[in-house]
């Protein structure tokens, strides 16, 4: 069985990884990772496979950035060559991002079969690119690796078979796991941010990206307020997202003095300097998840999330851009309040062993 394994953006080399790692023991199984280059930052992709552990991709696309449908496009025809080439028996995506929508249509009118893994996730707001992605991916796709049981429920609304539907779990978890092992064997001094956590022995950690976010102004001056308040009596680390950092060029935004901004860190820096975090504030999914995972308190940014058990049984609360309630919530993390949250059902780091046995 031939397989090939999608890659694009930061989120899905941690996604892929352990799958890689468990098809790597199964010799029936030829698998090929092709990187669409979505992410084209050398700190936001390539060396992630370095960091993993994994195989350098068999396949480079080089979309790089541009508009949404500018990249969709370009991953599109790079995708379709590929096929043309060396045509797999099954593609299998990740997450929500463009990659993950460009090469399950193109896999589908090539009539291959598509997976999706991170399937039936839904924020129901249509303002996301995401949530676009992810609803036109799970309508084509004929396998479905679900994370959660809100998933499950999801797909059987829109008519999935239940024979497609495998609840198997996190491979984001199953990677943070496996790195939390190979962090413990490094000099995490080595780290530019260490010096960062050795002056501060408590901290923050910011992660901010998305367009609601960052692309208006006015929303992305009432976080920066509200950051900068809370940096008052926390100080915050902010590895920053070249959308972000660029947009704040734009607007004229300044970062508060006890906010310390960063390029964007390589996996296994940042999991060094957020899993001792006090709290993060994100909106990013990812981070919700794996906070959840290490019953770190998280503050998302956001209206909505698609991850709703991280919110119903994890550590994470919803705040949208209020500042009230941002600091109403960051009281509460100071003073201990917090709820301590529980790791959900099957986010035991064996994931990828279960994909692969029901793909074998």
Request: charged content about 25%; glycine content about 6%.
């Amino acid at each position: 069985m031939k397989i090939f394994l999608i890659a694009g953006a930061r989120p899905n080399f941690m996604k892929i990884t352990p799958i890689a790692r468990a098809f790597d023991k199964r010799s029936q199984i030829n698998y090929k990772i092709v990187h669409t280059g979505q992410h084209y930052d050398p700190n936001m992709s390539d060396i992630f496979f370095e960091e993993l552990g994994i195989k350098q991709p068999d396949y480079h696309l080089g979309a790089g950035g541009e508009t949404h449908a500018q990249q969709t496009a370009k991953i599109m025809t790079g995708f379709e060559e590929t096929c043309e080439t060396d045509r797999p028996d099954l593609v299998i995506v990740v997450g929500d991002v463009n990659s993950t929508l460009a090469c399950s249509i193109v896999a589908k009118k090539m009539q291959i079969k598509v997976a999706h893994v991170e399937a039936g996730l839904r924020s129901f707001d249509l303002s996301m690119p995401e949530e676009i992605n992810r609803m036109v991916t799970d309508s084509i796709s004929d396998m479905f690796f679900i994370t959660e049981e809100q998933g499950m429920t999801n797909l059987l609304k829109e008519g999935k078979s239940p024979d497609q539907l495998h609840f198997v779990g996190h491979v984001m978890i199953d990677n943070l796991f496996y790195q939390l092992e190979k962090l413990k064997e490094m000099d995490t001094g080595k780290f530019p941010t260490a010096k960062f956590k050795q002056n501060h022995p408590e901290y923050g950690v910011v992660t901010l990206h998305r367009p609601s976010n960052v692309d208006n102004k006015e929303t992305l001056e009432i976080i920066f307020k509200t950051l900068s308040e809370i940096s008052e009596t926390l100080p915050l680390i902010f590895p920053i997202h070249p959308r972000t950092r660029k947009n704040m060029e734009a607007f004229n935004i300044k970062s508060g003095a006890n906010i310390k901004l960063t390029e964007p860190l390589s996996y296994m820096e940042f999991l060094n300097l957020w899993k001792d975090a006090k709290l993060t504030l994100t909106d990013s999914g990812g981070l919700q998840e794996e906070t959840t995972a290490l019953g770190i308190p998280c503050l998302t940014i956001r209206e909505n999330t698609e991850r709703p058990i991280t919110v119903t049984q994890g550590t994470n609360e919803l705040m949208g851009t209020s500042r009230e309630k941002i600091l109403e919530s960051f009281e509460k993390i100071m003073t201990n309040n917090w709820k301590t949250g529980q790791k959900p059902k099957f986010w035991d780091g064996n994931a990828a062993e279960r994909i692969t046995t029901i793909i074998s």
